[in-house]
């Protein structure tokens, strides 16, 4: 194993060049420790994020050859190619500087989206009593430890053909909404995502459910949206 | 692009393509024997066995994809594209043979 | 409902298209002419009944699954995609019976 890494990282914005480090390599190094390397002990204008550095908060996404990942729970050894390493920023968003993409229409899908709790009970009502083995509880359980942290979002092919689509993220926490009985907004939460740009456009690639660092299936999620305008387009209530 | 994904994407769009040339040939009845024996030739029998496996190869990966979107999530959906891969090759070993 | 169009004259064709390639198999060994298609379809019915819900299912299924691919790769949107996939529906119904029409008759 070579003891240097030869680490080439994207700079600039969306016009730029790859520009090429050597950074020393460890045992059971991450490769944000390289990229905070870089920045530290070699070139401090090198723009990049994170926060937690362990694995909850999705700040460190980027391309890492190729691939979206989480760097902080990215080893080195599991992605370098011999003893190679390219850096970019996450795919399919606008890219601010360097290692840093613009998060804002990924975002703005989300809203699009209406993945925003309605809650319809008042403050006078009791508690809501919901069996966390029921169906639809299982459902919601199975998409909510979402983080938004854009991975799936820069996974997905259609995203990158498609302007207008949702995407992943959005959608799945869509479906975890639709899937809360406590929610009252479903009919406009269904509209929002049928149709060319929600749900429908989706192909069923399952990148987005293969690359997710949380193991969440947007895939199944969509698939239960795809199902549930179904069902209520013809029932005539879209 | 994910190659099962691909594939079932190429092959729509060659199957969209033939299909109207496959429905006029027909559609011309009476002239049907001048045609078939056009069809006789190598390259158009080597195009027909490439037509079953593109149908075959098309058919498994919309089997993937209506299993993803009506069955609940399994482990086992991700071995669908290998599956769907196996139906093509059949397909194609059993027109071949045929031919 | 577009999508359920779609998924349902795919699960009719899954079936359409292995009946097809099944009988074609079968019925081709040993070569083919027309008077031998003819033999076995003219006058029959049910290949009739068959054929045209084939031909229907693809003439529903072939502009629906193109519809994206347009938009997706040729970056075509709007009125003028709908109706280029429409036409294509209608061609593929029309050559499709004009087709069975001929055969099974």
Known sequence: MSATLQVSVWRGGAEGALQRYDVPRYPSQTVLDVVTHIQRRIDPTLAYRYACRVGMCGSCAMTVNGVPRWTCRTHVDKVATGSELELRPLRNMPVIRDLVADMREFFDKWERAKGRFEGRARKSDDFARVAPDSPERQAADAGIECIGCGVCYAACDVVSWNRDYLGPAALNRAWTLISDVRDGATLERLRAVAGDAGCHACHTHTSCTERCPRHLSPTASIAGLKRAVAKAALAGKL | ?99 | MLWLAQRASAAVLAICVTVHLVTIVYAVRGGLSAAEIFGRTRGSTGWLAFYTLFVLACAVHAPIGLRPVLTEWLGWRGRSREAFVLVFGVLLAWLGMRAVLAVFR
Do not use: Y
């Open chain 2, 1 to 99: 692009m994910k190659r099962v994904a691909l594939i079932h994407r190429l092959s729509g769009i060659a199957l969209a393509v033939f299909l109207p040339l496959h429905f006029w040939a027909l559609g011309r009845g009476l002239e049907l024997d001048s045609f078939l024996r056009w069809t006789e030739q190598p390259l158009v029998k080597f195009a027909e066995w490439g037509i079953v496996v593109l149908l075959a190869a098309h058919l498994g990966g919309g089997l993937r994809v209506l299993a993803i979107e009506f069955l609940d999530w399994h482990e086992w959906q991700k071995s669908l594209a290998a599956l769907a891969g196996a139906l093509t090759v059949a397909a194609g070993l059993a027109f071949a043979l045929a031919l």
